[in-house]
């Protein structure tokens, strides 16, 4: 079955900076659209960024300049490199991969916890 599991969460101070991993399994990566959502405590699921199968990459405003995100196909891994991050930017991240043709065919990760306080 697809799994997504994700790693790299942690505790870092403001400023600091984390990079997150998402590997999947059961599934041919190359043809899902891959994204990181996050949700803070009290908060909604939100999109932070998505990487699609034609390589089209976009951001939520609130992270623009400050997150990277990447892909390896060959690795069936999604990254978020996330730099001078901010009080605020605390919440649980989460992969996600949706099918580029099948909208039926959407997963989700476990989550992985970012914590970003002094």
């Known amino acids: 079955q697809v799994q997504l599991v994700e790693s790299g969460g942690g505790l870092v101070h403001p400023g600091g900076s984390l990079r997150l991993a998402c590997v999947a399994s059961?599934?041919?990566?190359?043809?899902?659209?891959m994204g990181w959502y996050r949700q803070g405590p009290g908060m909604q699921r939100e999109l932070v960024a998505t990487?699609?199968?034609?390589?089209?990459?976009s951001y939520a405003d609130f992270v623009k300049g400050r997150f990277t995100i990447s892909r390896d196909n060959a690795k069936k891994a999604v990254y978020l490199q996330m730099n001078s991050l901010k009080p605020e930017d605390t919440a649980v991240y989460y992969c996600?991969?949706?099918?580029?043709?099948?909208?039926?065919?959407?997963?989700w990760g476990q989550g992985t916890q970012v914590t970003v306080s002094s």
């Open positions: 996600n991969a949706n099918h580029f043709r099948a909208a039926a065919l959407r997963y």
């Open positions: 059961g599934m041919i990566f190359s043809l899902y659209d």
């Open positions: 990487f699609t199968t034609g390589g089209s990459i």
